[in-house]
Nanobody
């Protein structure tokens, strides 16, 4: 299983950015996926979750209304659309696969850096 995140970069506050995570080596449509992030000196935190078919989503409260998670099972890709970015959104963003029948995440991508300048 491989998860390859991309789309990060340096943006200004208020800008938008879309992250992508391409999965391989798995039956993508069978697994829930999520995004996490980790800022320097801080613990990794949950960002958003999406169910296998994409019908169910969850967000960290502070990101509701600004971030949107989606997926394209035909392309084996999960996305994170981020709007109105703030400097505190600066972090390394990871995608992860939730194990079947569990709430644990068993595979993680290497992350893509998002830096938001004020």
């Amino acid at each position: 299983v491989q998860l390859q995140a991309s789309g990060g970069g340096l943006v200004q506050a208020g800008d938008s950015l879309t992250l992508s995570c391409a999965a391989s080596g798995m039956t993508f449509s069978s697994f829930a996926m999520a995004w996490f992030r980790q800022a320097p000196g801080k613990e990794r935190e949950f960002v958003a979750y999406i169910s296998p078919a994409g019908a169910g989503t969850e967000y960290q409260d502070s990101m509701k209304g600004r971030f949107t998670i989606s997926r394209d099972n035909a392309k084996n890709t999960v996305y994170l659309q981020m709007n109105n970015l703030k400097p505190e959104d600066t972090a390394l963003y990871y995608c992860a696969r939730r194990g079947r029948g569990t709430v644990e995440y068993d595979y993680w991508g290497r992350g893509t850096q998002v830096t938001v300048s004020s």
